[in-house]
Structure formats: C-alpha cells, structure tokens
C-alpha cells in the first residue's frame, strides 16, 4: 500500500519556473562532459529545434546563454544596440522597466513611452515617436508583460517598426513556445526567450533567435564579455561549445522538454491547454467574486492579475501561507497603484491543478473570513 508522500509536489501558479514533468526531471540525472562530442549533439540539437519555431530559418541563428532569462535580455541589448545607438523602450510594466534599468547600466541612450500598468502600447503611438526622433535605433518590446499577464499587440507594433527602418527586440520570456509569431510577417531583429516558460524546461540558460545580417555587424557592440552574444555565436559556429562551463544538466532536460513539446502539438497545442487553463482560472475567481486587473481582450493565456480582496481581514502573506500549506504557491502583483496578485496558467498545470485551486482558494477565503474576492471600489 502507497504511503501519503510527506512533501507533496507544490504546484506552481507562477510564469516561470514551473512545474515540469518527471521526465524532464530525469533527463538530469546523467552527467556530461561539456566538450565532449554527446554535449556538442544537444547544443546543436537545442539550437537547430529553436530555429524551427520561426518561418524563414535560414535567416535566424540561436544564441544560447548561461543564466536566467535577464541574462538573455541584457546580453541581447548590449550586443545588438550599438553603443551610440538609441532604443524606444515601450514599458507597460516591471519588465519594461527592467530593461530600462539594463540600458542604464550599459550607459545607452533611450527614451520611453509608459503606459502605465495595464494599457498595450498601439502602433500610432509608436509610429509618432519614431516620426519625431529619427535618432531611434532600435524599439524595445515585450510579448506578454507578465507583472499585468497583459499580451501586448506584436504585429501591430512591428509593422510600424518595420515601415519606419527601425530594428525591433523582443522580450517573449513567457510567451515565446506557446504563442505564435510568423517571423515571415512580424519582423523583428531578435526575439529572446528562456528554457523555463512555456517549453516547461528548468532554469539555467536563455536564447535569442536573432537575425543573422544584424548580428554579423555586432562584433564591437557588447559590454561584457560574458554577454557578449557575438563572440558566443562566434565560437559556438567554430567549435559547436559554449565559450564557458554550461548548465548541461539543464540544456540535456531541455531536449526532453520540447520532445514533450512537439508531443502536445507544439505551439498550438500548448496554447490549447494554456488558454484553457487561463479560461477556466478566470471563469473560477470571478465565481468567487474576484475581478481581473485587464478587460478579457488583454488577458494572455500565461498568467493572470487579480486584484486583492478589498475586505479588512485580508492579507496577502496570509492569503499567500494559507494556499502554500495547500500546496499551491502564487504570485505576488507588481501593479504601483493597486494590491493584487498573480495567478500563473502555464508549466505541468491541467484541469485537475485548476479545479484544485480554486478549492484552495474558497477554503482560504472562509478560513481568514472573508466573503468573497471582491475589491474594494
């Protein structure tokens, strides 16, 4: 007779890391060499399947970094903005922000449109901008702005991008893997990505697919030599070896990850089950009285603001403990104005963690006391 597990598997409600699979789990458990010829395989065979999510493969190559999706953003910035270069960043959100504060650091020249926590940036916008400041390089953007869960609107922004000679950069951290973009009708210079998002991979390495006349002309562009994403794809194109130690363990459950990835029907079929979730979760919290930080047309598949409960009683930390000894652990908000929090719709989630949720989070609601989840007006 099985015996209860005493640390029951948490689920993960978050963008990233998420819950993974047994397999992908498993597929770490061998140890590799990090020149050896069997590593060299995956490297390539992690770069060459990147490569196959967008249309026009032969014009893109996959850089591969060690460290957290941030690693991949700044090292993208710094390698492809050259350093009299100048970026229109549009920030509706902390990870906007976030490569503001990149920039900053890498002393390059931006300005920004803020749309605050959750309003998309359009294109007139944007079209205005580059109109009036003919010294803008490069425009900055994220897929899905994850502090809100708000989707932003990619092809529009990129047609404007694209009529006005500009480069664009994308940061599609938590979208790229489950939300399509046709790179042969959204074009862009890079879209930047992670092993832990919606491939269901585990932390260790970012990537950025960037498009190859762009970087042949970024050898003196980077800060940093270990962001250097030049002298990466230099050096991978030599030898088939990442220039310094990489996480093998995680590029060798990767591979496993978008095995189970083409599995599910690729991108396709991870946005089916994704958006079912987000429809369901949605569905779910509004019963309970909770209301969305976004109007449903702005609501990604990935994950989901809410604002908090507007009664007396409730904490979030509280609120937060009681769901965690349930085993389910959340997201706290990031909105500037507003108490919310975060419920996340990808990773190993199905029907089952969602109904088991929301279960969770009636429970918690009666025992702190509190009616429902609505806010305060």
């Known amino acids: 007779m099985n015996q209860p597990q005493k640390n029951p598997q948490p689920w993960l409600l978050t963008p990233g890391p998420i819950n993974t699979s047994m397999v992908v789990k498993q597929a770490m458990l061998h140890d590799w060499g990090s020149w050896d010829g069997d590593f060299r395989a995956l490297t390539k065979a992690v770069c060459d399947q990147l490569i196959s999510f967008v249309d026009d493969q032969d014009a893109f190559v996959c850089v591969p970094v060690q460290g957290s999706g941030t690693f991949a953003v700044e090292a993208t910035l710094g390698t492809l903005i050259p350093r009299q270069g100048k970026a229109l960043v549009l920030v509706n959100g902390a990870y906007g922000q976030r490569m503001t504060k990149i920039l900053d650091y890498m002393a390059r020249d931006y300005v920004v449109l803020d749309k605050g926590d959750y309003e998309p940036p359009r294109g007139a916008e944007v079209a205005a901008i580059l109109e009036q400041d003919r010294g803008i390089t490069h425009v900055l953007l994220v897929h899905c702005e994850t502090s809100s869960g708000i989707l932003n609107p990619v092809a529009e922004i990129a047609e404007v991008v694209e009529q006005h000679g500009r480069g664009l950069i994308i940061d599609s951290m938590s979208a790229f893997g489950a939300i399509d973009i046709h790179s042969s009708r959204v074009r862009f210079d890079a879209i930047i990505s992670s092993a832990n998002k919606c ?3 585990v932390p260790g390495f970012g990537f950025a697919l ?7 002309h970024c050898a003196t562009h980077a800060h940093s030599l270990s962001l250097d994403l030049y002298d990466q794809w230099q050096y991978l ?17 990767f591979i496993q990850a978008l095995k189970e990835h083409q ?5 396709a079929g991870r946005f089916v089950r994704y958006r079912r979730n987000q429809q ?6 509004r019963q309970l009285g909770f209301k969305t930080l976004l109007a449903d047309e702005w609501l990604s598949p990935i994950i989901v603001t809410f604002f908090a409960p507007g009664h007396t009683n409730f904490s979030f930390q509280r ?13 706290p908000g990031k909105l500037t104005q507003a108490e919310s929090f975060r419920l996340g719709c990808i990773g190993q989630l199905f029907d089952e963690q969602i109904d088991g ?21």
Do not use: C
């Open 210 to 216: 960037i498009r190859k006349t762009v970087l042949q």
């Open 357 to 377: 949720l929301l279960e969770a989070v009636s429970a918690v609601l009666d025992e702190m006391q509190i009616d429902d989840g609505n806010p305060n007006p």
């Open 280 to 285: 369901r979760l949605v569905a779910g919290m």
């Open 237 to 253: 194109e030599k030898t088939g070896q990442w220039r310094f130690t990489p996480p093998t363990h995680v590029v060798a459950a």
């Open 263 to 267: 599995q599910e029907g690729g991108v």
């Open 199 to 201: 491939f269901e991979g």
């Open 319 to 331: 609120f937060y403990d009681l769901l965690k000894a349930r085993h389910y652990i959340i997201y």
